[in-house]
């Protein structure tokens, strides 16, 4: 489940986790566990939310973030 940062058009930008990236079809995306960057709750949404569906329109672009899972499992390689 990866991590991403949603960039909305006029709006503060979004953290959570996706099922799966958008496809180029999609017209929505559904976060699970919204919250903003830093970790807190969303303003305008209930404490209890777990998942929200935004209009992919309204997206500038997707930060996916990276778990460091990668780098665990490759390590360091010295030639």
């Known amino acids: 489940m990866p991590t991403v940062l949603l960039h909305f058009?006029?709006?503060?930008?979004?953290?959570?986790?996706?099922?799966?990236?958008?496809?180029?079809?999609?017209?929505?995306i559904i976060v699970q566990n919204p919250r903003r960057r830093d970790g807190k709750d969303l303003?305008?949404?209930?404490?209890?939310?777990t998942a929200?569906?935004?209009?992919?329109?309204r997206l500038m672009y997707v930060e996916i973030i990276s778990s460091g899972a990668e780098e665990e499992i490759i390590g360091f390689v010295r030639e």
Request: charged letters at 25%.
């Open 9 to 28: 058009q006029n709006d503060d930008p979004v953290m959570g986790e996706l099922d799966e990236l958008p496809k180029p079809t999609d017209s929505l």
């Open 43 to 49: 303003p305008n949404m209930e404490p209890n939310v």
């Open 52 to 57: 929200v569906m935004y209009p992919v329109a």
